[in-house]
């Protein structure tokens, strides 16, 4: 890999909605820009903020990507796989981005930081990582409610 190329990682656990503690790993993979990119501002004044300025055109430098690895519940916990997921899907845009006007914004305290974030903000909301968590939670207390009901 480039050696300008740089990724954190975030390792931790959190407990599914069956009681089920499972680990994760979030990748944060910040990459240079190999040419000049920029973002157009909107124009506020538009009523649609259809129209861009053209002054007001922001260099991109940076991108950081960020992907995660979860545990499914019958797999055995491998680290390393783990952490080939997260990056991977980082890489392919599978996860959450951000783009920085000056490289040095995007820094190892600022990642740990944007990782630690991200890891309190999965534990409380699983869906936003899960695609599906809700359903199989609400799924899942159904079948424990009939079960119950049914005396199981």
């Known amino acids: 890999m480039n050696k ?3 990724t954190e990682f975030k390792i931790d656990k959190f407990v599914d909605y069956a009681g089920v503690e499972r680990e ?3 990748a944060a993979v910040s990459v240079p820009l190999p040419r000049q990119a920029f973002v157009y501002i909107p124009n ?9 300025l053209e002054d007001l055109a922001t260099p991109l430098e940076k991108y950081l990507f960020i992907g995660m690895s979860i545990r499914n519940p019958e797999d055995k916990y491998d680290e390393e796989i783990g952490k080939r997921i997260a990056v991977g899907k980082a890489l392919k845009g599978k996860g959450k981005q951000i783009y920085a006007s000056h490289a040095g914004l995007i820094n190892t305290k600022m990642v740990q930081a944007l990782l630690e974030q991200e890891a309190e903000y999965f534990k409380r909301d699983p869906q936003s990582y899960i ?9 899942w207390k159904e079948k424990q409610k009939l079960a119950s009901s049914q005396g199981v």
């Open 44 to 52: 506020p004044n538009s009523y649609d903020n259809m129209f861009y």
């Open 131 to 139: 695609a599906g968590y809700r359903n199989a939670e609400k799924r």
């Open 24 to 26: 994760f790993i979030l």
């Open 4 to 6: 300008n190329i740089k």
